[in-house]
């Protein structure tokens, strides 16, 4: 168990860092990925851990890698890390700001305060894992948070819609849509907001540039579903554009 003494906090959203009671630790790379992957992980065999961390170098060099790594960690920051058996795993009391993520994200779907909700879209938009890390098990894990994301950024920007706060679910479907820019569902989002709001001319911009960059880059047009959803939308603008040419032409 971690020394009452000691807080540990391990942030892996946005860059990484080890504070104990509030402070900067540092910590060389290696030891940096063996908190990393337990962080991610949980529990996990020595074996697996020697694996993952050391792909390329053999079993037997991976195994002594990984012994001197956690000899490190143990020595440089001690109790940061407990074992059971073959299984290494972070202490239960250091604090994880992607299991912090993990829990909101479980409560997105009841949450009905909207300043609560305001702090989830903050946290969200802050919320790429380990940016800059491109080893193999990282990048499965940083396409596994971005599509948590995604889903509650656009959770919130239903619930926001649902409670006429227009604003704010243009604002999360538009983080969704820049997270990942071929993501219709997004778009989608962004131009019910719009035309809840009254600003059809900005619903249809959005239309267009999706559906060009969706030709442009995957050769393919936009659903049904969303072709539909900007259907009145240009009859609208048709219908403008000939009102306003038959009033010029009495004049």
Not at 114 to 139: N, R
Not at 159 to 175: E, G, K, P, Q, S
Request: glycine content about 6%; some cysteine; proline content about 2%.
């Amino acid at each position: 168990m971690a020394s009452e003494n000691n807080r540990w906090q391990l942030t892996l959203l946005g860059h990484w860092q080890l504070r104990r009671d509030g402070e900067p630790v540092f910590v060389a790379v290696r030891q940096r990925r063996l908190l990393a992957a337990l962080a991610i992980f949980g529990a996990r065999s020595r074996r697996f851990l020697a694996g993952t961390l050391w792909p390329d170098g053999g079993e037997t060099r991976a195994a002594g890698s990984l012994r001197a790594c956690v000899w490190h960690v143990r020595h440089e920051t001690p109790n940061l890390i407990d074992e059971a058996g073959d299984e290494l795993f972070l202490d239960e009391s250091v604090e994880v700001d992607l299991h912090d993520l993990q829990r909101r994200l479980l409560l997105i779907d009841d949450e009905e305060s909207t300043a609560v909700m305001l702090d989830d879209l903050a946290a969200l938009w802050q919320a790429d894992l380990l940016p800059g890390w491109y080893e193999a098990w990282v990048i499965s894990e940083q396409e596994r948070v971005q599509q948590w994301r995604l889903g509650a950024l656009e959770t919130l920007a239903a619930r926001f819609l649902d409670v006429d706060r227009i604003d704010y679910a243009v604002t999360a479907a538009t983080m969704a849509a820049s997270i990942d820019p071929l993501r219709e569902s997004a778009h989608r989002l962004v131009i019910q907001g719009h035309v809840m709001a009254g600003n059809d001319g900005a619903a249809l911009r959005e239309y267009q540039a999706f559906r060009a960059r969706l030709s442009r880059e995957l050769g393919v047009a936009p659903s049904t579903m969303m072709q539909r959803l900007v259907a009145t939308l240009d009859a609208k603008t048709t219908d403008r554009r000939e009102a306003a040419v038959t009033s010029a032409s009495r004049r």
